[in-house]
């Protein structure tokens, strides 16, 4: 049964913030706006994965925004809710490490954009009318308003855990606010991914946006092969309703990701503005 269950009103809004389970089964959705795709995936298709927490982190969405659209899963209502203070994501401290050669320049670029940082945490239990087919009992979502790839250091690291899927789905490199392309196999996300101490990868990742199955057939991260795919992801009246490729980790007798030449940046600068995990001092 999950420890979900057994949590009161009073244990989500007072009682300790059980921060093990919740990174033990977990979803990390780095410039996630507000997109609920890959939680009825997980709470359906995907359901054998055991997720049962979905840690969202973007740096322009917005507390204001986020309240407005938190009781917004269907089939399900929130039990109750509660406000983060970073020792409830790293009571044992985070020491940055930073990818090499970042250009902190590039990083800091849409930091007119960054919101008031914050993280919430919300609860949600499927309606009566409703049965065991439709999802889990119960599911929770930890909001953060950061930084995608600090924050995953922070959280992960710091708490030698790994989340069992990573989704990259229309993160914003280009027009949306999104300082670095999550999708590069050597890129940034994928630094801070592979080198995760503990030595683990995300069992599946969840890759898609706007646009159709032949766009996102070319996820390049080293030990991945696309398991299936979602199509009219989005609202099927969209024009363009887009498609999630979902790919599974595979085993291969390749040279470890993490040795691999790191090859973005242009060198390290004056510090961004800072955030609620956002690098401040190296």
Not at 134 to 146: A, D, E
Request: proline content about 7%; charged content about 25%.
């Amino acid at each position: 049964m999950s420890y979900l269950n057994n949590l009161t009103v009073s244990d989500i809004e007072q009682g300790p913030f059980p921060l093990k389970d919740i990174l033990a089964n977990s979803l990390y959705y780095p410039a996630c706006d507000n997109d609920g795709g890959v939680v009825k995936d997980c709470n359906t298709l995907n359901r054998v994965l055991g997720i049962e927490n979905f840690i969202y982190c973007d740096y322009a969405f917005g507390e204001e925004r986020l309240n407005e659209s938190l009781d917004s899963f269907h089939g399900y209502t929130i039990i109750a809710k509660r406000s983060l203070n970073p020792n409830d994501l790293i009571p044992n401290g985070w020491r940055m490490k930073m990818p090499p050669r970042l250009d902190l320049r590039e990083y800091s670029r849409y930091k007119d954009a960054y919101e008031k940082p914050f993280a919430k945490w919300v609860v949600y239990q499927r309606v009566q009318e409703k049965g065991n087919d439709y999802g889990p009992n119960r599911f929770s979502l930890v909001y953060i308003g950061g930084e995608g790839i600090a924050t995953y250091h922070a959280i992960y690291w710091s708490n030698k855990a790994t989340p069992k899927a990573l989704a990259i789905i229309q993160p914003g490199h280009g027009f949306g606010l999104n300082w670095t392309n999550f999708t590069e196999p050597d890129g940034f996300l994928h630094w801070v991914v592979a080198n995760n101490p503990n030595k683990l990868m995300p069992k599946h990742i969840y890759y898609g946006g706007i646009g159709g199955e032949q766009s996102y057939d070319n996820l390049n991260w080293e030990g991945y092969k696309k398991l299936r795919g979602i199509s009219n992801y989005y609202d099927r009246s969209m024009r363009n309703s887009g498609y999630v490729s979902i790919y599974e980790k595979i085993s291969v007798k390749k040279e470890d990701p993490r040795k691999l030449l790191f090859k973005p940046g242009r060198g390290i600068n004056p510090p961004p503005k800072s955030g609620f995990f956002m690098p401040r001092n190296f």
